[in-house]
């Protein structure tokens, strides 16, 4: 009994349905049921009048069969409304449900989840498998539920009528129950096919929109066509698989049907011939026999709904039910947030043997500028991440204020953050909303405040409409120098007392960069900076330079540290003064770590990191 109790509540109908809209669900089925019974009711007042037609009944008992027949039609209408409400209708709200959580689960998990699915998937998870699960619980439990009711009164009913007659007629179905358990887990393997490939091309048609620039600009919309065309094709194979098994079901249970009204032409019409059958009962065998059409067809569809919505159910579980790596609810408020000390803090992408952050160990006090520069991949994003906690952290490795990052609750440390991620972010929205996005309630003037420090406000203000522009997707409207100083006017906002700024101003003049760089500097006192960058000029009244080359920091120090202990530092400057440093730029750092390690305590640059 605990088994089937568990079963039960662990199915799609439970979880999706009874379990939050009991009430609704009894209502309807109630409803249902009424009328279901009042439509199997009704061939048998046909039959009382056909057979009293032909007995030549008294015209007003004729009346009264007209009035009742009348009467229980209206009854089977009000029904009818009700139980499309309850059941159809609160179906919607199931689905609303699902999406919020679907979309709540999604703002709960980390960068790494992403990493695992694409935005095509996600996006064909959030369409195609929620509306197969609405269907599921909504049609899908109606039809089910009529098709219940039909098998299990019909037939007693025909027996009540004529129990020779009705083994007969009912003879061909006998085959039914067999053909839809071979046909069942056949829809259900070939849909899973179905939303896999629907998946691929969602997710194609995702990142070609997002990349739409870069097609045009390489010329390659042909290739990009012909990959998009294979992906359809895939899916149109995998639909007419699908297709093959759904689109037998109907026919062959109309078949069946079919067959017995043939038979029932054939015996019944001779025993009404004969006398040992009435007219009025072959007739409501021939109505009987037509509503035992739907519930044959409605066994094969709402399987084949249940099927896709099961399978759905699957797919959309494994993002409700995924599990943060970083639980933003969970953990303490500490104070206050600095120091900030890494201790062989290491970070391995998934499924990736490299470490994008190996044994790193680093300290940052309030109010310090720390610029952290090297050759790309070197791994400042990912350490910037690890610092914004984008990323798990083992216990021991990362501490904000003296206390482990991993008894910290992300929400809160974050909420004193201020992030500048390397690509910028726009919504399409106006101006002042963008940069407000941190800080909703912040004044115009705030918002205007915080353009003019990330030196933006004057090209705002030239623009129609001014901070009341309306941003195209991702800001496409802008400049890609605009857009990247919006996104740091946004942190800027929120005055946090830590700024991770990563390599965010790369599209903009270096008169520019130094002026916002001047500005941030001369608030030091109540923020702290940390800041990825590939134009060493910028770097120069850093408190600390981080050099990182393949996950690990290989050199550290100001300026004039670096420059007279001649190290890697400063032969990237002698190569390039004021400029970038570029991954292939000269020598790599890595023919450089002896020189580095000599240098290091204990000869040996992880340790030292």
């Known amino acids: 009994m605990r088994r089937v109790v568990r079963w039960f509540r662990e199915g799609l109908l439970y979880r999706v349905f009874l379990a939050r809209y009991g009430r609704h669900f009894v209502i309807g089925v109630l409803a249902l049921l009424w009328v279901d019974g009042i439509e199997v009711a009704l061939p048998l007042v046909v039959r009382a009048v056909v057979d009293g037609l032909v007995a030549s009944i008294a015209p007003s008992d004729l009346g009264w069969l007209a009035a009742g027949y009348l009467g229980l039609v209206l009854l089977q209408a009000g029904g009818r409304y009700l139980w499309r409400m309850e059941l159809a209708g609160t179906s919607f709200h199931c689905d609303f449900t699902l999406r919020q959580g679907f979309v709540a689960s999604l703002l709960r998990q980390g960068g790494d989840f992403f990493l695992r699915h694409p935005t095509g998937d996600l996006m064909s998870r959030a369409t195609n498998d929620l509306s197969a699960v609405r269907f599921a619980v909504g049609p899908g439990v109606v039809i089910s539920m009529d098709a219940v ?84 094709r895939a899916s149109v194979r995998a639909n007419i698989r699908h297709a093959v098994p759904d689109a037998l079901f109907s026919p062959v249970l109309e078949l069946t049907t079919f067959a017995s009204l043939f038979l029932l032409l054939v015996v019944g019409g001779g025993r009404v011939i004969t006398g040992s059958l009435t007219l009025g009962t072959v007739i409501a065998f021939q109505r009987y026999l037509t509503k035992l059409t739907w519930p044959m067809t409605a066994v ?17 579980d494994e993002v409700t039910e995924a599990q943060p790596s970083v639980e933003a609810g969970e953990g303490e408020v500490g104070e206050p947030l600095f120091p900030i000390a890494a201790r062989g803090l290491t970070f391995h992408y998934p499924g990736v043997e490299r470490a994008a952050v190996a044994g790193v160990v680093l300290q940052v006090e309030a ?4 610029a952290i520069v090297g050759p790309v991949g070197g791994g400042k994003s990912t350490l910037l991440a690890l610092l914004a906690r984008l990323h798990p952290v083992p216990p021991g490795q990362l501490a904000f204020g003296g206390l482990d990052a991993a008894r910290w609750q992300p929400a809160a ?37 915080a353009a003019a420090r990330a030196a933006v406000a004057d090209e705002i203000r030239a623009l129609p409409g001014g901070f009341d522009a309306l941003l195209g997707e991702r800001g496409v409207n802008l400049s890609g120098g605009q857009r990247q100083r919006l996104t740091l006017a946004r942190a800027l906002l929120r005055n946090p007392e830590l700024l991770l700024l990563d390599d965010c101003l790369s599209a903009v003049d270096t008169a520019t960069e130094q ?22 000029s910028a770097v120069r009244d850093a408190d600390q330079i981080w050099v990182m080359e393949a996950g690990r920091i290989v050199e550290r120090g100001r300026h004039a540290e670096l420059m007279v202990g001649g190290g890697v530092y400063a032969r990237l400057w002698e190569r390039h003064p004021g400029g970038k440093v570029v991954a292939g730029a000269g020598p790599p750092l890595a023919d450089w770590l002896p020189a580095v390690d000599a240098m290091l305590p204990g000869g040996d640059s992880t340790s030292a990191s």
Request: proline residues 5%; hydrophobic residues 50%.
């Open 515 to 536: 002026r916002i760089l001047r500005t941030l500097r001369d608030e030091r006192r109540s923020r702290t900076l940390i800041f990825a960058t590939h134009r060493l």
């Open 367 to 370: 109010g310090e500028m720390v």
């Open 149 to 232: 009711v039909y098998f299990l009164v019909l037939p007693p009913i025909l027996l009540w009528l004529s129990p020779s007659l009705t083994l007969v007629v009912v003879a061909p179905m006998v085959v039914v129950p067999f053909f839809v358990h071979r046909m069942r887990h056949a829809i259900a393997n070939r849909f899973r096919w179905v939303q896999s490939t629907f998946s691929a091309m969602a997710d194609k048609v995702q990142e070609n929109l997002a990349g739409i620039r870069v097609v045009k600009g390489y010329g390659l919309a042909a290739e990009e066509t012909a990959r998009f065309d294979a992906l359809g």
């Open 300 to 316: 094969g569809w709402s399987l084949s709904l249940f099927q896709r919505g099961a399978t759905s159910m699957v797919r959309v």
């Open 413 to 449: 440390l974050r909420a004193r953050l201020g992030v500048v991620p390397q690509e910028p972010f726009l919504f399409s929205r106006s101006i002042a909303e963008n940069i407000a996005y941190g800080r909703p309630g912040a004044s115009q003037a705030e918002v205007e405040e």
